[in-house]
């Protein structure tokens, strides 16, 4: 008898049990993959441009390392497509999104209906007009760029040239990046002495454009003694224009990000030096910024990571982390 | 009923009850004006913002929408929200909306209660309210180059920030409106009380200090304001009006109570002299006579009538009859001490009333005094006239105690001293008032008699006292009246002349005796020349030459055969009007003699004018010839003197033969008299003519 009563007791707590482990399950089921899938999806403006393409990677590298599952979405610089992506997104109900928008104003937007899903979104790099974010990882531009305009007021000195003017290609000043960068190398340029001479600021990135524009500051400024690339990828224009024009040797160059061929560039004089994001660590640091957020962790708002001014002085001893932050080289296994 | 002063409402209530109103009234009107006028211009504004924000909007949005700027829109909808009164601006993206798979992206921006921007949430189902409670709302379609239908973007307009507005400027207004209005207010109290009220009042105050006639005693200040001035210039134009009207009133009252005293004293004093009249002197009769009662004392009255004023007045006419007047008035008025005892009673008759009489005396006196004082002659248009009079005299209680007793009997007196020769004063007694009487009926009977013809002309010789021969007579008149008898002519001719009826009596006489006269010549014999007496008023009838020519011829009388006798006082009362009234006379050979010479007054030069033929020696002076010196040295005088100036000379009265001796010795020889003949009827004078004397 007594027998039976343990063992009608056993059945009916394991019957109890099993109801409460399926309701755990039905209940684990239920509730947004976000917990159990832990996905995030990067929206990017355009992966074709390496440093989203680093930034990319040192994402994957931290999602990878905290069991998140990452899905690029690049919008190719359409706003259309970050929209688009963006509602895509938000369907796939991740549990988080990192996102590098075309422009800030679009990132409102993108954060906006991210909220209306009830999606954490991280910001990395570009920023935003408004909207809420768990964090929105940045570079000091305005630290960066004031580092290599130190480095190129330097240069300057040291050729004698520091009575000449250096003029800007900019990326749009519109951009809180891109006012930035020119108030801190124009803060630099300002305490060296040295005469800024006029602002481009680019519209299409391209090697025409930095081409035509440098070349026209160089026309139009014949005690030009340096270019200041505020972006990095179409540098070689810039170096033609000024070939072209028959300045080569005498106006120098310097860029704002990186490309993997300045790391023999740079050292060869061919380039001054240059303000270096690191990309791959922003990436790194939005995903772990997600996380702590995802698992209930104060996140800081609004980090600033440093920007490497890298010139030929440094880049040897910058190396490493040149490669790995800056231009994403990982480490082979 | 009238309401008491106390009770009536002060203008100043009613005036400030009508600015009250009107003020806050108009303030109101205007506010309300004012208020509408702001919110129509506000909703105009609303909705001329409301379409430019739109306009602005719909290309913005448009591109933005096609660039998937959405953010940017977003940021446009913000911006366009600002203006205060938008309160929603919704933006449906159909080109998002279809990249998120809802068809429609719908974003925009609202305020909240607090009226904060913030966004526009779709599934709000509160804001989604608030939207359909808007005031106004617009959508317009955002559509592509292309004409695509990309979107729409819908305006919300809410009325609470105009309604806060219009409240505020409700609570502006009422604060401006009853600032305005107590400010309105107290100006227009002070300026009513300044400009209106106080001038009123002190015209007021002015019109309220008057005299006992109600006339304000100053004039009203006459302030500048053109009302208050004309009212106040009005109001002393009254009052001037009003007092001139009161001088003039008084002027008038006075006037009249003059012209009342005036009347009342023409009414009872003589216009010519200034006496009391009649009406007055009976007055002061009787008072006196009650005086004299209550004292118990006597009293008199004299009546004096002037002698020989009708002739004056008959021959130099009425002015000079006035002026005589006037003259007698002033020395009776200084012979009598008392003015007011003196009266003119009518025509020449003159009364005085001497009272408190202690004695007779006194009347005796003054009745002396004032014959005396009327004898004196009288210079009147350079001619000097003798007037005198005759004074009657009654006494109280002695003669009567009643007004008409005593003015009764004073005539009677008065009558009887005329009479008696005039200039003469009689006291009153019983049988005067038997000869008054009897003057009345004789008076009557006179007329009567003139009617009647009972008058008989008498003839009375004129004799040649040398020659003894008849030359003449004089005709005389005689009555005899069927009731009274024979009446002697001194009885009836003073009441003759009095009466004015001489004139037809003489006439009467002239005819009978130029007949008997011209019937005697007929017959053969001679009568002589007719000696007829003619008064003064008879000679100074218009007609009488004319009436004399026609008796003439009527009679068959020669103008030579009669002479016409005028006595010496009647010439000497208008020597001048007599000189030329016998001139004229004289012209047609009528003769003429001065009857009864003197006993009158005639001064020599007169006598050198008249046109006389004869003197007549009066009775008088014959009477005691040849016995009295003065009567002779009298006869002789007036013989020398008519010697003198060539005029025949007679003698009257002259009944002794001592008398027509002495005439005749001295060289008057023309006798007529009882000597001779008394005054005979006709027939018996015919006798004499046939038979001789």
Known sequence: ?333 | MKLPFSSRQSIYVTLGIIIISTVIVSMSIHSIHDYQKRKNQMIEEMNKTSKLTISSLQKNVTNLIESYAVNEYDTLVLNAMEPNDMFAIVVEDFKTGEILGSGTYISGKIRDTKGKIVDFDPNNTAQREQLKQCYYSDTYTLSSPEKEKIGTVSIYISDKVMQAELNKIIVESLVDMLITSLLMIVFLFIAIRLFILKPLSSMVSVISNSDDDGIPLSFVPEFKAREIFALASTMNTMIKSIRAFKIALLEQHNQLRAQKNALQYQATHDALTGLANRVLFSERLEYAIEKSKIRNMRMALLFVDLDHFKEINDSLGHEAGDKVLSIVTQRLKHTVVKEESLARFGGDEFTVIIEELQNLEEVSLLADKILNVLLAPIAVNHHELYVGCSIGISLYPDNGDTTQDLLKYADAAMYAAKNEGRNNVRYYSSEMTTRALERVVMETSLRAGLKNGEFIVYFQPQVNGKENRLFGMEALVRWNSPSVGLVSPAAFIPIAESTGLIVELDRYVMKHAMTQIAQWYKEGLNPGILSMNLTMKQLQQKDFIEYLKTLLAETGCSIEWVELEVTEDQIMIHPDEAIDILREISRIGVKIAVDDFGTGYSSLSYLKKLPINKLKIDQSFVRELPDDEEDVAITKAIIAMAQSLNLDVIAEGVETVEQKDFLVQNGCINIQGYFYSKPKPADEIRTILIEGL
């Open chain 1, 1 to 333: 008898m007594k027998r039976c009563k343990v063992k009608r007791f056993s059945f009916i707590v394991a019957l109890v049990t099993m109801l409460l482990v399926d309701t755990a399950v039905c209940s684990a089921a239920d509730i947004p993959q976000k917990q159990t899938t832990k996905k995030l999806i990067y929206i990017v403006s355009d992966l074709r441009i390496p440093f989203w393409t680093i930034m990319e990677r040192g994402i994957r590298n931290r999602a990878s390392s905290l069991g998140y599952e990452v899905e690029t979405y690049s919008a190719q610089n359409s706003r259309k497509s970050e929209l688009e992506f963006t509602a895509k997104a938000i369907q796939k109900n991740p549990a988080g999104i990192i996102v590098s928008p075309t422009t800030s104003s679009a990132c409102k937007t993108i954060l906006k209906l991210a909220k209306a899903a009830d999606i954490p979104v991280v910001i990395s790099d570009i920023g935003t007009d408004g909207g809420e974010y768990v964090s929105y990882i940045s570079s000091d531009n305005k630290e960066g760029a004031y580092g290599i305009g130190k480095v190129l007021a330097k240069e300057l000195y040291r050729r004698g040239w520091e009575n000449g003017r250096v003029g800007i290609i900019s990326i749009p000043q519109k951009r809180l990046n891109g006012q930035l960068r020119t108030a801190g190398f124009m803060q630099a340029m300002r305490e060296a002495g040295i005469k800024g001479a006029d602002l481009k600021q680019q519209v299409t990135f391209s090697y025409d454009e930095t081409y035509t524009y440098s070349k026209e500051l160089i026309q139009k400024y014949p005690d030009l003694r340096a270019l200041w690339l505020q972006g990095s990828d179409r540098y070689q224009g810039a170096l033609d224009a000024i070939a072209d024009t028959g300045k080569k040797g005498r106006i120098l160059l310097a860029t704002f990000d990186a490309e993997p061929e300045f790391l023999e560039l740079i050292p060869k004089g061919v380039l001054v030096g240059s303000a270096m994001q690191q990309p791959y660590l922003m990436g790194q640091e939005a995903v772990s910024a997600m996380d702590k957020y995802l698992h209930g962790k104060k996140v800081e708002k609004n980090p600033q990571l440093p920007i490497l001014a890298i010139s030929t002085d440094n880049i040897k001893e910058k190396l490493p982390l040149i490669k790995r932050n800056v231009l994403g080289i990982e480490r082979q296994k």
